[in-house]
């Protein structure tokens, strides 16, 4: 009977994180390739010594002098024949045993963006790898390209478009930001100075001999469609709701021509159809981080740091879906702080800086790493059922999924608050705070919870309408 290996979890089945190579007698040739590809995705372990079997399962055929090996791994590792830099620590490489066998133990980080691209044999252009799947493939130049623009710190979206002038950005996108300023901040200085003033200081414009023309951020946060998509050809915007889990009922884009098209009319529109949905209302302060449910509060931050942080060079446009039980945000890019760092909040590393400034303007955006630390918070204390972060490599995109909390989290509480709007449907969320004796927080999570589900829904305008509760 054919004896069967029995190997630690993490090393029983190759995929996107762990790649094993038979090395008997060596490094592999080919150990260089996961290196870069590891290094130039989510970090990964490659294990010298583990071989497949004739049904593809791997066993451990052992390295037969894993000191050696380890000490050419270190050369190598700093010979620029074999690969651009070294990420590894002295902790990343471990000799194992198993069965009596010495195996190697090499784990990659993700390299950090001043580092990439990795690449191997002195040469970018064939040597850069990415991950996908179980499997380590050639970057294409325009990969290699991205890497290399975001290894810099120079924020892109300042340069100013030399092709396009100043009447690519819309006046009346222009007066209504400039309105929420002033809300927000009465007296502000960029709410008194004229247009071309404004533009310049707050970066949206800049001067070119004797001619004004639109930064990059100016042109998407302001801009008429057909200008963005001249120096943006894969811009795209689109919002769908799916809420009958079948084909979307309700769309906006940036292609339609009944709107502007930049990021700054359809954050206001989107937001508009959200609170609508999750029953929030603002306050003078438009969408800053003021009031609301911290359901509202996550799904707003997610769908304004998709939009911010997304790299317009690239392919697939910025996503936003809302479906029955879930919000999404997918938009192109690369995640620049790493999702656990991230999460634990007080890390910023914005890609478009000038954008964030208009956004910070505004009270979209407070440029303290703060946003997925929120959602991830809100989670904890339910206002999500769940926070699903990932990323796709080809092309780079990252997706934001927020599970919102159902029906069934509402307990006693929910069938309370049902029963006391039959009764009283022109309740204010104020007064139902008071009646039941709970805050107005729990009030407004209990209510997106109830909407979620289709048991409650808001009729009418916000100031003269009533709920209507669907049994």
């Keep these: 009977m054919k004896k069967t290996t029995v190997l630690p979890p993490e090393y029983s089945k190759e995929g996107l994180y762990f790649e094993?190579?038979?090395?008997?007698?060596?490094?592999?040739?080919?150990?260089?390739?996961?290196?870069?590809?590891?290094?130039?995705?989510?970090?990964?372990?490659?294990?010298?010594g583990l071989s497949e079997d004739e049904d593809r399962n791997l066993i451990v055929t052992g390295v037969e002098t894993p000191e050696k090996t380890v000490q050419t791994l270190w050369d190598n590792l700093n010979n620029t024949r074999f690969t651009n830099y070294n990420i590894l620590s002295s902790t990343d490489i471990n000799i194992e045993e198993i069965e009596g066998r010495k195996i190697i133990v090499v784990r990659v980080p993700a390299a950090e963006r001043h580092r990439r691209p990795i690449y191997i044999r002195n040469?970018?252009?064939?040597?850069?790898?990415?991950?996908?799947?179980?499997?380590?493939?050639?970057?294409?130049?325009?990969?290699?390209?991205?890497?290399?623009?975001?290894?810099?710190?120079?924020?892109?979206?300042?340069?100013?478009?030399?092709?396009?002038?100043?009447?690519?950005?819309?006046?009346?996108?222009?007066?209504?930001?400039?309105?929420?300023?002033?809300?927000?901040?009465?007296?502000?200085?960029?709410a008194r100075l004229p247009k071309e003033e404004f533009l310049t200081l707050s970066g949206a414009a800049a001067t070119i001999g004797d001619g004004l023309h639109p930064t990059s951020a100016g042109l998407l946060m302001f801009g008429k469609i057909a200008c963005i998509r001249r120096a943006f050809n894969d811009y795209f915007l689109d919002y769908r709701e799916c809420l009958d889990e079948e084909r979307w009922s309700y769309r906006i884009h940036s292609n339609s021509g009944e709107w502007s098209g930049n990021i700054y009319d359809f954050i206001?529109?989107?937001?508009?159809?959200?609170?609508?949905?999750?029953?929030?209302?603002?306050?003078?302060?438009?969408?800053?981080?003021?009031?609301?449910?911290?359901t509202f509060i996550s799904v707003r931050e997610a769908v304004i740091n998709g939009l911010i942080h997304a790299d317009y060079h690239l392919p697939g446009g910025v996503t936003v879906l809302s479906s029955h039980r879930s919000i999404s945000i997918t938009n192109p890019g690369t995640m620049r702080v790493h999702a656990d760092?991230?999460?634990?909040?007080?890390?910023?590393?914005?890609?478009?800086?000038?954008?964030?400034a208009l956004a910070m303007a505004v009270g979209w955006t407070e440029r303290i790493g703060s946003g997925l630390y929120f959602i991830n918070q809100a989670e904890e204390k339910g206002a999500l059922q769940a926070l699903n972060i990932s990323e796709g490599t080809c092309p780079s995109k990252v997706k934001v999924e927020l599970?919102?909390?159902?029906?069934?989290?509402?307990?006693?509480?929910?069938?309370?608050?049902?029963?006391?709007?039959?009764?009283?449907?022109?309740?204010?969320?104020?007064?139902?705070a008071e009646r039941m004796g709970i805050s107005l927080s729990s009030v407004s999570n209990l209510l997106t919870?109830?909407?979620?589900?289709?048991?409650?829904?808001?009729?009418?305008?916000?100031?003269?309408?009533?709920?209507?509760?669907?049994?």
């Design 341 to 356: 760092i991230a999460l634990r909040g007080g890390h910023s590393d914005p890609r478009n800086v000038t954008l964030m």
């Design 123 to 190: 040469n970018i252009n064939s040597g850069t790898f990415k991950r996908n799947n179980e499997g380590d493939y050639h970057c294409r130049l325009d990969e290699i390209k991205e890497m290399i623009r975001e290894s810099e710190d120079i924020s892109r979206d300042t340069k100013p478009i030399e092709e396009l002038g100043i009447d690519c950005l819309d006046e009346e996108t222009i007066n209504r930001f400039l309105q929420e300023v002033n809300a927000r901040r009465p007296g502000h200085p960029w």
């Design 403 to 432: 599970t919102l909390p159902g029906f069934e989290d509402s307990g006693k509480d929910g069938e309370r608050l049902l029963s006391i709007l039959r009764g009283n449907p022109q309740m204010t969320r104020q007064e139902l």
């Design 20 to 48: 094993a190579k038979s090395a008997p007698r060596g490094v592999p040739a080919d150990f260089w390739e996961t290196y870069s590809a590891f290094a130039n995705t989510f970090g990964g372990t490659i294990v010298l």
């Design 449 to 471: 919870v109830l909407k979620a589900a289709g048991r409650v829904e808001r009729v009418g305008s916000r100031k003269t309408g009533q709920w209507k509760v669907n049994d």
């Design 268 to 294: 206001s529109m989107v937001m508009d159809r959200l609170s609508a949905r999750l029953g929030t209302r603002f306050k003078l302060e438009g969408y800053s981080n003021t009031g609301g449910s911290d």
